[in-house]
């Protein structure tokens, strides 16, 4: 294995794959928003999984993307 080759094609693939994401969730939230699904304060929860067939048969990343900050205590 050419280890460099491998790591060139590894980031490129995670980059498409970030700026790809960051693209759809902006628009799918754009839309929830504009439709009245979302209303703006909320906290999505979201998983991703990566698959490589024959490789890797599953990789979950969960996390949470907040629309905004959650008020102070000093705010209340």
Do not use: Y
């Not at 960051?22 to 703006?40: H, N, P």
Request: net charge negative; hydrophobic share 40%.
């Amino acid at each position: 294995m050419d280890q460099d080759v491998f790591n060139l094609d590894l980031r490129k693939f995670l980059k498409r794959f970030g700026v790809t994401a960051q693209r759809e969730i902006e628009q799918a939230v754009a839309d929830a928003l504009k439709s009245g699904t979302l209303k703006g304060e909320e906290t999505l929860v979201v998983k991703a999984t990566l698959t490589i067939p024959g490789v890797l048969d599953e990789l979950r990343i969960d996390g949470e993307i907040g629309l905004a900050r959650p008020a102070s205590r000093a705010d209340s």
